[in-house]
T-cell receptor
Framework: DTGVSQDPRHKITKRGQNVTFRCDPI?????LYWYRQTLGQGPEFLTY????????KSRLLSDRFSAERPKGSFSTLEIQRTEQGDSAMYLC???????????????FGPGTRLTVL | SQQGEEDPQALSIQEGENATMNCSYK?????LQWYRQNSGRGLVHLIL?????REKHSGRLRVTLDTSKKSSSLLITASRAADTASYFC???????????FGAGTRLFVKA
């Protein structure tokens, strides 16, 4: 399967614990996005990587959130000291874009559903 | 805040009918995309239209873009029960890196 994969698919944790999610994009894709989606809403942009560089972060990404893409391949999203409000689906997407403003068709992974008790 | 807004929020039609969904946005864009999401799953890219294009077709899908009104529409012709899903428009604003999604239109096609 050469699509975007995410791990784990489901995570249940207690408030205050740290969690880490992984995303493996399509191998030749240079862009990687993280989104958060709550029930009945569209995905909300969290952060974006161009290769290994994190170029933009949403204000939604508080100090408790951190994302990395160390070698420009897979990415991790860590949430520290989880809160009940962090419960959501966390989506990863990747795309291949060479020029600014180019066609940015994103391929999404299945998501990681986080439940904070 | 999310830039795109879809209208209607929910749509219920009979199989075979056409479904039209609308999207409005606020700033200038490089392109606009439509995605589909089946319940509890990731999003699937449907179609992309560039800011200098006015209409695109893909199978039973037709997308229009009016940059002067900052709006787009997605038409699904001859709908099928399998088209039941949520549909989102997404914009890539000019000069930015983020992609901004709307809240989506929930389409229910009755067999």
């Amino acid at each position: 399967d050469t699509g975007v994969s995410q791990d784990p698919r489901h995570k249940i944790t207690k408030r205050g614990q740290n969690v880490t999610f992984r995303c493996d994009p399509i191998s030749e894709h240079n862009r990687l996005y993280w989104y958060r989606q709550t029930l009945g809403q569209g995905p909300e942009f969290l952060t974006y990587f161009q290769n290994e560089a994190q170029l933009e972060k949403s204000r939604l990404l508080s100090d408790r959130f951190s994302a990395e893409r160390p070698k420009g391949s897979f990415s991790t999203l860590e949430i520290q000291r989880t809160e009940q409000g962090d419960s959501a689906m966390y989506l990863c997407a990747s795309s291949l874009v060479f020029l600014a403003g180019g066609r940015n068709e994103q391929f999404f992974g299945p998501g990681t559903r986080l439940t904070v008790l | 805040s999310q830039q795109g807004e879809e209208d209607p929020q929910a749509l219920s039609i009979q199989e075979g009918e056409n479904a039209t969904m609308n999207c409005s946005y606020k700033t200038s864009i490089n392109n606009l995309q439509w995605y589909r999401q089946n319940s509890g799953r990731g999003l699937v890219h449907l179609i992309l239209i560039r800011s200098n294009e006015r209409e695109k077709h893909s199978g039973r899908l037709r997308v229009t873009l009016d940059t002067s009104k900052k709006s787009s529409s997605l038409l699904i012709t001859a709908s099928r029960a399998a088209d039941t899903a949520s549909y989102f428009c997404a914009t890539d604003p000019t000069g930015g890196f983020k992609t901004i999604f709307g809240a989506g239109t929930r389409l229910f096609v009755k067999a």
